[in-house]
């Protein structure tokens, strides 16, 4: 019998049953997705393996699915607190290109992360710059009664909604600093709908609008294209934690001036923490983070990454490093060998006859939707996965298909991986696979003559060509690129 769905929705603070809205349309999602103006880092992708849990949750459970992920090529400032110069256009400036091929180059890095990382497309990705248009018609309806006009742009009144920032929690001076200082804003929170092109500059991306040439604010955007595709209500809204402060609060408030009631425009809005690394938040603008590319570079294949993340709660803080990185590839290795001794296993001791000895898959698709359906936890549905490959008690006529539906959560291509495609090559690896087999191939007859020299030289040859010799491995593997 299938367990009852609960999530946590950050707007209550309370874990709250789910149902549609609207079961007739599925499940409406809307996720916040990346500014194209450099690549995505490793704390904004756990957002998007956070997400795509969600979807294969969802899916899971029988429902048909709409999700939107928004592509942010203008709009976004150097501050996620609304401060500060338009990201796109910095990084334009920085790299001498134009800002349409920053942001297909950045587009099209980050699409290569989600299929690396095994996230499933979304059913449709939503580009800002192809919705001006719809975002100058929203700020006209709501500007008679909701923003005013400075020399810098259009504003947003904060104090003209009903409990403005409430998703954020208590409104603090801390929170307040961390909002740009513009002469003339009638309230520290109110934000920017329009921005004005400085008087004699021009930028790479504006457009002509009722307030003057310029670019729409951030957080126009996601209100116009969530509301466009999914309608209002829509069922879940999904982001970063950092969102929850300013960006989803200033949301909120577009979509009550723009309904003109109180409605959030999500019934649930959901947020992954941060993945830290010893001790510091990852974050594009202050440099120095660690991307997907540089994990495969390094020889560490993606779905580790994928790994690393479902094995702490969506909702708890990650701790990113190189041990912890190794700990999941290594595990990940374990699951696939695990998986292919269960798919392989003599059936003999197998049955569904017997329900006390042997419980069958039942029982593990069982505890693995209960675990799931608890605000998605990932960590407890991994000890079910160890648990259901060790067990001698499924059928073999069952075992492709629990394999397949455990992995259909998880995403981890458990039935499908192989050693060889665990084994990534670094990037300017002097050596190949097969390379490295004929080496270990010399170096075990040279052990089985009692030619230690001549072993330990195969081994400091390959040693130094970045190769791992793993002798005595419990896992059984030879090799490894050395991280």
């Not at 040439?213 to 950092?242: Q, R």
């Not at 701790?319 to 190794?326: K, M, Q, T, V, Y």
Request: aromatic share 8%; with cysteine.
């Amino acid at each position: 019998m299938s367990a009852a769905l609960t999530l946590y929705n950050s707007l209550t603070r309370t874990l709250e049953p789910f149902a549609p809205l609207d079961p007739a349309k599925g499940v409406r999602v809307y996720s916040c997705g990346p500014t194209v103006y450099n690549y995505a880092h490793l704390g904004n992708l756990r957002a998007y393996v956070f997400t795509d849990t969600l979807s294969r949750v969802l899916s899971w459970k029988g429902h048909a699915l709409t999700h939107v992920i928004n592509i942010t090529d203008v709009g976004h400032l150097t501050s996620d607190a609304d401060a500060g110069d338009d990201k796109m256009e910095a990084a334009a400036r920085a790299q001498a290109k134009s800002i349409w091929d920053v942001a297909a180059h950045y587009t099209a890095a980050f699409k290569q992360n989600i299929a690396d990382l095994n996230i499933r497309q979304p059913s449709r990705w939503s580009v800002a710059t192809d919705h001006i248009a719809e975002m100058i018609d929203f700020a006209t309806k709501i500007a008679p009664a909701h923003c005013y006009e400075l020399d810098s742009g259009l504003y947003f009144d904060t104090s003209t909604v009903a409990d403005y920032g409430h998703l954020a929690g208590s409104q603090d001076d801390t929170r307040e600093g961390r909002i740009e200082a513009v002469e003339g804003k009638r309230h520290p929170q109110d934000f920017a709908i329009w921005r004005k092109s400085p008087p004699g500059e021009q930028r790479q991306m504006e457009w002509d609008s009722p307030w003057g040439n310029g670019a729409p604010g951030w957080h126009l955007e996601c209100s116009v294209m969530s509301l466009k595709y999914l309608g209002a209500p829509f069922d879940i809204h999904t982001g970063g934690i950092d969102h929850r402060e300013i960006h989803h609060p200033n949301e909120i408030a577009q979509n009550q001036a723009f309904c003109g009631c109180d409605d959030t425009g999500a019934h649930f809005w959901m947020h992954n923490n941060f993945l830290v690394d010893r001790g510091a938040k990852m974050s594009k603008s202050k440099g120095g983070f660690t991307t997907l590319q540089s994990l495969i570079d390094a020889g560490v294949h993606p779905l580790a990454y994928r790994l690393l993340c479902l094995q702490a709660h969506y909702r708890k803080e990650l701790e990113f490093s190189s041990e912890n990185i190794a700990a999941a590839l290594t595990r990940l290795k374990r699951l696939v060998i695990a998986a292919n001794f269960f798919l392989a296993r003599n059936g003999a001791h197998g049955s569904l006859d017997n329900s006390e000895t042997a419980p069958g898959a039942q029982y593990f698709l069982d505890r693995l939707d209960q675990a799931i359906s608890d605000d998605l936890n990932t960590p407890i549905a991994l000890t079910v996965l160890d648990e259901m490959l060790s067990s001698s008690g499924i059928s073999p006529y069952e075992r492709d298909g629990v394999l397949h539906k455990f992995d259909a959560l998880f995403g981890l291509r458990l039935s499908e991986l192989t050693r060889e495609e665990l084994r990534v090559r670094p990037a300017g690896a002097s050596f190949t696979a097969e390379e490295v087999e004929l080496r270990l191939a010399e170096r075990k007859k040279a052990r089985a003559a009692r030619d230690f020299a001549r072993s330990d030289a195969i081994r400091t040859e390959l040693t130094a060509a970045g190769v791992e010799v793993m002798d005595g491995d419990p896992l059984g593997w030879d090799w490894k690129p050395a991280l």
